[in-house]
């Protein structure tokens, strides 16, 4: 459905036929739509309280006469993508949102209360699998802080930390984040805990998080290089580790992502588990020890990048998280 142009530049959205309401959205080119104020009513309780009766609002809806109601601080985007999907217009639905639109929209949630409406709509939203770019993981990473999705939140974290190489200070370029991500407010004044800065803490945490998976990840490649036995299966593993201390000194994996070498400490792992079954230096069947130990130390690595919302409250106060991957 194309929208109308108006003269001075509105844009109108018919969005429901039998609207009783036009949403005006916006302060300068303002986006009429027109919408059901039951629909409305059903997905937030804010909108349940504004179209009630106790509220101008609210009073002498019809759909022969639509009330407008002014929305001048809200993005127009956003409130056009919530309501189609609201309204079931999937036909009318934006097809593909950059993370910056996603953002708007997690804000216009939190402020009208419609996580739960659209929780179906933004599993999709947030996505991260497979995306890289650290600009769009952070405005994710927010987004999913400002629609209350802590598991939403933490993989955009873990895919921060294990994806991107280079410095996080980067993010502070980009005008939006550098008030979403705030790295040098004092903790003291950090009060608001809907504030998305407040609960990143910004880059100090990621960094945190990465050069501690880095350490323990080097730490996990060193003991299994020094790992000595004379069995042909002991001496290959030994020497596959050797490489990947070489391939990935402190300074070169400051330019691997953490995946990459994840990845890479795996291959040894696997290639070599299927090899000879028996030690005779040690009487034993050889390949799951070593294994299990390097699994589990690789399995502590990958928990240690979880960033949690109590990770962030604490480290505004100057503590601690309590949680096991912490």
């Known amino acids: 459905?194309?929208?109308?142009?108006?003269?001075?530049?509105?844009?109108?959205?018919?969005?429901?036929?039998?609207?009783?309401?036009?949403?005006?959205?916006?302060?300068?080119?303002?986006?009429?739509?027109?919408?059901?104020?039951?629909?409305?009513?059903?997905?937030?309780?804010?909108?349940?309280?504004?179209?009630?009766?106790?509220?101008?609002?609210?009073?002498?809806?019809?759909?022969?006469?639509?009330?407008?109601?002014?929305?001048?601080?809200?993005?127009?985007?956003?409130?056009?993508?919530?309501?189609?999907?609201?309204?079931?217009?999937?036909?009318?639905?934006?097809?593909?949102?950059?993370?910056?639109?996603?953002?708007?929209?997690?804000?216009?949630?939190?402020?009208?209360?419609?996580?739960?409406?659209?929780?179906?709509a933004r599993a999709q939203w947030l996505r991260s699998r497979d995306i890289a770019d650290p600009k769009t993981l952070a405005y994710l990473m927010a987004a999913a802080r400002w629609f209350d999705d802590e598991p939403a939140f933490i993989k955009c974290g873990r895919a921060l930390v294990f994806r991107c190489v280079g410095s996080y200070a980067r993010l502070m370029d980009d005008e939006v984040l550098s008030q979403m991500l705030p790295s040098n407010i004092p903790r003291k004044l950090i009060a608001d805990n809907r504030n998305p800065g407040y609960l990143l803490r910004s880059t100090d945490i990621l960094e945190e998080r990465r050069t501690r998976v880095r350490a323990e990840l080097g730490e996990l490649i060193s003991n299994e290089a020094k790992e000595g036995c004379a069995c042909g299966w002991g001496a290959r593993r030994s020497k596959a580790f050797q490489q990947l201390a070489r391939d990935h000194s402190p300074l070169k994996m400051l330019w691997t992502p953490v995946s990459q070498v994840m990845r890479n400490i795996q291959t040894p792992m696997v290639k070599l588990v299927d090899g000879p079954k028996y030690c005779p230096n040690r009487h034993f069947t050889h390949p799951p020890t070593p294994y299990a130990r390097a699994s589990q130390a690789l399995e502590d690595a990958s928990r240690k990048a979880i960033i949690c919302y109590e990770c962030v409250n604490a480290s505004s106060k100057g503590t601690s998280c309590t949680s096991k991957h912490g």
């Open 1 to 120: 459905m194309d929208p109308d142009v108006g003269d001075q530049g509105d844009v109108y959205r018919d969005i429901s036929l039998d609207g009783d309401v036009v949403l005006v959205v916006g302060e300068e080119k303002k986006l009429r739509l027109k919408v059901n104020s039951q629909n409305l009513s059903c997905a937030s309780k804010v909108f349940r309280a504004m179209f009630g009766p106790n509220w101008s609002e609210g009073q002498g809806l019809s759909k022969e006469s639509p009330k407008e109601v002014e929305l001048v601080e809200d993005d127009a985007d956003a409130m056009y993508a919530i309501c189609c999907v609201i309204h079931h217009r999937n036909d009318l639905a934006p097809k593909a949102l950059s993370p910056q639109q996603v953002l708007q929209i997690a804000i216009a949630a939190d402020k009208y209360d419609l996580s739960v409406a659209l929780a179906y």
